[in-house]
């Protein structure tokens, strides 16, 4: 037995509470006592704890109104209703209102009629009043409910469970998020009925006043009648004429002739019964309400009868003294059940056409809030699919409303999925493998366009899984067989626990392909309660052939490694050990220094290659004359080789931007090759053309060529063409991948066209250089950073045309020897990307004799110290110029004259020793603008000017 908890049973007690204040505090509506506040907590109690404690403030709420009713019928209904909405609404079959309205219509309205009709035994006009009256009183129970409890919902989620647990207590059920069309229907139903309400109770209480009006404006009209035969002219009337007369004028009025000392006067008018108490002074004067001129309302006690019983025995009563020939009391009475009758009557017309209007109402409100938002939630359930969408067959058909802002939201919607699934799709069809999406049973889903690489366009007629390896062409019937056995296996499993993966091969014609085939689960979803199954397939063949490479590159290195150190150890071990003539010795010593030379090319070769792979080879650009470059190659070539060389150059410089060691190293290996593979053959020809702005390099070779099966593969790494006459040819198959990675490097194009047993013409293009224009430009010599975009923006504010050159080769270049292409100035740091620094360049600048004054301004500092650095200068640098003094600096010293250096503010003696060395010997070294001046001799003395 569970131990009592004032935090579990004081939210729902705190409920009847109110249940029962709302009976001592009515809302009086339609002149009668309303259940409102009663039946709104006994349904707020019912969502919140369970029909139990919704019965229970239903049976406390309605104590109150047994004192006012004066009988036990009203509550019993008001219990049975909610008892009947409590199992009406049972596993959430039903809402609140709805429950509500489905029981007044059903149940309700006769329960009602019966009990008044046979139980009470109240007027026909009556019981259809309170009929109607207490349907509309429930309708407004439940929609006051449901708008609480939608309340409670809302400030739930805003609160995050806070006023669930420690307001409602943690007996208080979950509530559920409700629907948007019930949220709609829950208010305009309230709407709907507060303006009902509200009109049939203004309705009332005027019919009411009015009939009350008519009531007293009788009884004040039978006292003027009364006065009027009392002062006629005529000969008085007897009382039997008067009395007569009365009725006849007045036949609803009830008259009475009272002789104050006897009483009623039984021989007129047959009045033989007693005197009423009212009449004769026994009533109290609480039963008595004076209403106006005289006219009273008697209401007989409660004790013994009910409200309506009370209401409808009521009199409206006048007491006149008539001073006719007798002086005597004449009363005039009216009952109070005439008028209630006539209100009951109109009102309970009204009453019940409101009454199904509201139920009218409420059955078309629902079907229009649910089409209002059907949309949204279409919507929501399309979006939940959306995941089925991306790269399936499933295409989502996105609702349409009259809402503009449901379509707006929609119209995002469907722009989204369009895009996530044409990203997923993309993503799907750029990826290598094969990818099929199935059932547990194998039928297929979904299938990217990669698959049919795997299994051809069959694949995509397949339909399931077990089909689609008999498409699979080449494979073998009883490894296709023996796959679709373990996979079905797989696809059946149900423990989704562990994956499948299984390699295989099999061979078409030569060659032989190798897959692996990958399966797994996916997660269960709604719309695939057992889960689907994803299929990878791979395409292992270049893995297997890198791994064939790799092994026969090691033993290949190791075979190009081990060829040298034998001749050195057996040259070495030879010259150590044994006494030889002088020619001997020095025929075993050049063997082991050209074997020496042999190795250490080849450790080149691997260490070149790794750090063009690693990105840390570095290039230094500078203008070449290819030309120059070629013939210095064809030179040690003719020197070194038997064998003849030609040369084809043409008469004119072919400049190109480019490393000249790599260039020279890219010949060589070229130049080597041609060689190497034309054992036959005496001559190859290496020529040098331009042609469209690009520079060609043809090196050509009448050699053994390479077969057609091998020439995609003729730059991998390692790779050598297996032929019988290249077996005893040495070479680590690095060369022409060395040549590749330089070429790329430096923007350009290797090609090349072979013929098996005819030769090879291996072609390189690199792209022209052309020199800038550089007369009266500021050139602006940099490494690529943000600095140096600073630096630009500031001077090119100031009006100056900036020109940005990446080396001081590059410079030296565009300037030429002649003042034409003299700059304005030179802004530029002491180490750029080519192999010239500063300092020197600004020797070789000066050293020009062009009789203009060079202006150069140097934007570091020069530092000292033991660090290392992997460039060929010397120099380490640092830069305290701001964008801004750089351009301001340019401004003022462009009017200055003869040929000057700046520098930022630095120890003058370390600057004027590291000049030196690059034979710059200034004149006078001076601060200038927070620069230190260096001043040359030479240039003119008007200068530049600006």
């Not at 004449?330 to 005439?338: D, K, R, V």
Request: aromatic content about 8%.
């Amino acid at each position: 037995m569970k131990s009592w908890s004032l935090s579990t049973y004081a939210p729902p007690m705190a409920l009847c509470i109110l249940a029962v204040i709302g009976g001592f505090f009515p809302i009086q509506l339609l002149f009668g006592v309303e259940y409102v506040t009663a039946g709104m907590w006994a349904l707020v109690a019912l969502a919140l704890y369970g029909p139990g404690w919704a019965i229970a403030a239903a049976a406390v709420g309605t104590l109150p109104t047994l004192g006012y009713w004066g009988h036990p019928y009203g509550a019993l209904l008001f219990v049975l209703e909610v008892a009947a909405v409590c199992l009406i609404t049972w596993k959430r079959r039903f809402g609140i209102t709805s429950a509500m309205l489905l029981y007044w219509i059903t149940a309700g309205l006769p329960l009602v009629w019966l009990c008044y009709k046979f139980v009470l035994a109240a007027p026909d006009s009556s019981i259809r009043f309170v009929m109607f009256k207490m349907g509309i009183n429930g309708m407004g129970n439940a929609v006051s409910a449901s708008l609480i409890i939608m309340l409670v919902t809302l400030l739930k989620q805003q609160n995050k469970n806070t006023l669930y647990q420690r307001v409602l207590g943690p007996s208080a059920k979950p509530l559920p998020p409700l629907k948007m069309s019930e949220h709609l229907s829950h208010i305009m139903i309230a709407v709907l009925l507060v303006v009902t309400v509200t009109q049939m109770s203004l309705h009332s209480k005027k019919m009411m006043s009015k009939e009350e009006d008519a009531a007293v404006s009788r009884l004040v009209g039978a006292v003027r009648l009364v006065d009027y035969y009392s002062g006629s002219s005529q000969a008085p009337l007897s009382r039997e004429e008067m009395m007569s007369r009365l009725i006849a004028n007045m036949p609803d009025l009830r008259f009475r002739l009272i002789d104050p000392r006897t009483g009623v006067i039984p021989e007129e008018a047959g009045q033989t019964d007693p005197l009423p108490p009212y009449l004769t002074g026994e009533a109290e004067a609480s039963q008595i309400k004076l209403l106006e001129q005289n006219v009273h309302l008697w209401s007989p006690p409660l004790a013994s009868i009910t409200r309506i019983k009370q209401r409808m025995e009521s009199v409206f009563f006048i007491d006149k003294i008539w001073k006719g020939q007798d002086t005597l009391r004449i009363t005039a009475e009216l009952p109070a059940g005439q008028i209630w009758n006539t209100i009951y009557s109109d009102l309970s017309k009204d009453l019940g056409i409101a009454f199904f209007l509201l139920a009218l109402a409420s059955f078309v409100i629902t079907p229009v809030c649910w089409r209002l938002t059907r949309p949204l939630a279409e919507l929501s359930e399309l979006s939940g699919k959306m995941a089925s969408s991306m790269g399936g067959s499933f295409r989502p058909q996105w609702p349409e409303s009259p809402i503009a802002e449901i379509n707006t939201l929609t119209d995002a919607f469907a722009r989204m999925s369009s895009d996530l699934n044409s990203q997923f799709t993309s993503i799907l069809e750029s990826t290598r493998e094969g990818m099929l999406l199935c059932t547990r049973d194998g039928t297929i889903l979904f299938t990217n366009s990669r698959l049919r690489y795997f299994f051809g366009k069959e694949s995509v007629q397949a339909g399931t899984v077990d089909k689609l390896f008999l498409v699979m062409k080449g494979l073998e019937a009883a490894l296709a067989r023996e796959l679709r056995e373990q996979i079905t296996v797989f696809l059946q499993d149900e423990r989704q626990e562990s994956a499948f993966q299984r390699n295989f091969a099999y061979t078409i014609g030569s060659h032989r392909f190798h897959y692996s085939v990958y399966a797994t689960f996916i997660e269960k979803t709604g719309d695939s309660p057992e889960g689907l199954r994803l299929l990878v397939f791979r395409d292992r063949t270049e893995e297997e052939e890198r791994e064939v490479l790799k092994e026969e590159m090691i033993s290949q290195i190791s075979h190009e490694l081990r060829t040298p150190l034998t001749s050195i150890l057996g040259f070495s071990e030879i010259l150590c050990n044994r006494e030889l003539s002088p020619a001997r010795q020095r025929s075993y010593t050049n063997t082991i220094y050209n074997e020496a030379v042999r190795l250490s090319r080849l450790v080149d070769d691997f260490l070149d290659l790794q750090r063009m792979e690693s990105g840390d080879q570095p290039y230094y650009l500078v203008p070449l004359d290819l030309c120059e470059i070629a013939g210095q190659v064809a030179e040690q070539w003719r020197l070194d080789s038997t064998r003849e060389l030609q040369l084809a150059i043409p008469g004119e410089p072919a400049i190109v931007m480019a490393d000249a060691d790599r260039i020279r190293q890219v010949l060589h290996n070229l130049v080597g090759n041609a060689f190497k593979y034309s054992p036959e053959q005496t001559q190859v020809i290496l020529s040098v053309t331009q042609s469209n702005g690009m520079v060609r390099i043809e090196v050509d070779d009448r050699g053994l060529g390479i077969p057609e099966a091998d020439k995609d593969k003729i730059f991998r790494k390692f790779y050598r063409v297996e032929h019988p006459d290249r077996r005893k040819i040495p070479g680590s198959g690095l060369g022409l991948t060395i040549v590749k990675e330089i070429v790329d490097a430096h923007q350009g194009q290797i090609t090349f066209s072979s013929q098996h047993g005819e030769g090879s013409v291996f072609t390189v293009w690199l792209p022209l250089h052309r020199a800038p224009e550089t007369a009266d430009m500021c050139l602006l010599i940099e490494r690529n950073d943000h600095y140096a975009d600073t630096v630009a923006a500031a001077m090119e504010q100031h009006g100056h045309n900036v020109l940005r050159l990446g080396s001081f080769e590059e410079a030296l270049y565009a300037i030429g020897s002649g003042p034409a292409h003299r700059p304005r100035m030179i802004a530029a740091n002491l180490i750029a990307s080519g192999l010239m620094n500063g300092l020197e360049f600004a020797s070789r600048l000066l050293a020009q004799d062009t009789g203009k004054p060079t202006l150069l301004i140097f934007l570091e500092t020069l530092e000292t110290g033991s660090k290392r650095t992997s460039r060929p200068d010397f120099l380490q640098t640092s830069r305290p110029f701001s964008a801004r003094q750089v351009a301001a600096l340019a401004q003022s010293a462009l009017g200055s004259s003869g040929a000057r250096c700046y520098f930022p503010l630095q120890d003058a003696g370390i600057l004027k020793a590291q000049l030196a060395k690059f034979g710059l010997h200034p004149l006078e070294l001076r601060e200038e603008k927070d620069a230190l001046a260096a001043i040359f001799p030479g240039g003119l003395e008007d200068g530049l000017g600006i």
